[in-house]
């Protein structure tokens, strides 16, 4: 019997579809999570098993805690009506891969809200299969910022800040002996982009003087950063302000006393001096009588000729004389 070529084409085709329709295959995942950095560029891994021309199949990638649609590929081509927002124009299932049975989804950008558990999901003519892959993200934050801040029951309170963390890194603090220290104060929160920023506080008290170090640990990288701050004796002498009142009250009351004596000394010396002036000056000095015969006439002398004055005469005298 003979048939025309592209009915037989046909046939192979529908054949084809047929047997992929009514076989046997399962959704492979990496079977271990996946971690990635914010920012970067990351592939989920997925493939048919056995290897088998995935072109025909209905695939779609979901996110598991939503059950919304991050990619959908279906009849040779990406749907985008159902799509989850955030994901538009940052998924790509790429077609290279379809005929090896191959069905990675890649995100671009990643981002903090893309954390969490992806479910792979293929579709056939009378089969479903699945299987799931999770994704870690993480984020490392800015350098630790130790800071003083003030003064605080009896010792100098310090902060640690930092930015830019995902997920919620673990912060904890050691003194100068290598001991973990409790904090007092403890505030995170994250920003527009999902990436934590934190400030915790420590008192730090009567221990002493020495290295005190902020420690934040990533729990996803099994990395931690560490900043220390050297606080010196004068900085916990300073944090009791009792003793610092008493320090000036002590330096003031010496001032006034070393004054006092100073005073009272200078005051003794110039008692002295006077009493010694009267000692040596006599107590009836001599009457001294002008003689008015030899007085200049431009003075007047009193009667008692024992004290003078300018007299009237003495601005006409003076022109006459030409002074």
């Known amino acids: ?13 529908l054949q084809v579809l047929l047997g992929l329709g009514s076989a046997q295959f399962t959704v492979v995942g990496p079977g271990h999570p996946l971690r990635a950095t914010v920012g970067q560029d990351v592939v989920l891994p997925c493939h048919l098993s056995p290897r088998l021309d995935a072109r025909s199949l209905e695939i779609r990638w979901i996110r598991h805690e939503i ?44 981002r903090p809200s893309d954390d969490g558990q992806y479910v792979c999901t293929v579709q056939g003519a009378d089969l479903y ?10 984020a490392t934050g800015s350098v630790l910022h130790l800071s003083l801040e003030a003064y605080e029951d009896g010792g100098v309170r310090v902060l640690c800040r930092s930015a830019g963390w995902y997920p919620q890194p673990e912060v904890l603090w050691r003194d100068a002996g290598g001991q973990r220290v409790p904090s007092v104060s403890q505030r995170s929160s994250a920003d527009e982009r999902g990436l934590f920023e934190f400030e915790d506080v420590i008192v730090v008290t009567g221990k002493g003087p020495g290295n005190w170090s902020c420690v934040v640990r990533n729990s996803r990288l099994s990395q931690e950063q560490e900043s220390s701050l050297h606080i010196s004796a004068p900085f916990f002498h300073d944090a009791r302000p009792w003793m610092a009142a008493l320090g000036v009250f002590f330096v003031l009351w010496v001032v006034f006393v070393v004054l006092s004596a100073y005073l009272f000394w200078r005051k003794v010396l110039q008692s002295r001096e006077l009493a010694w002036r009267k000692f040596l000056l006599p107590q009836n000095p001599d009457v001294v009588t002008l003689d008015p015969t030899t007085a200049h006439p431009c003075l007047v002398l009193s009667e008692d000729c024992r004290s003078v004055r ?13 002074w």
Not at 129 to 138: S, W
Not at 311 to 317: D, P
């Open 1 to 13: 019997m003979w048939f025309p070529r592209s009915l037989l084409s046909s046939l192979v085709v």
């Open 67 to 110: 059950s919304e649609t991050v990619h959908h590929y279906r009849d040779g081509e990406d749907q985008y009506g159902d799509q989850m927002e955030e994901y538009v124009g940052r998924t790509e299932l790429p077609r290279d891969g379809l005929p090896s049975g191959r069905l990675d989804l890649q995100i671009v950008g990643l």
């Open 129 to 138: 299969r699945e299987a799931t892959v999770d994704l870690e993200v993480t």
């Open 310 to 322: 300018w007299g009237e005469s003495a601005s006409v005298w003076t022109a006459r004389r030409g």
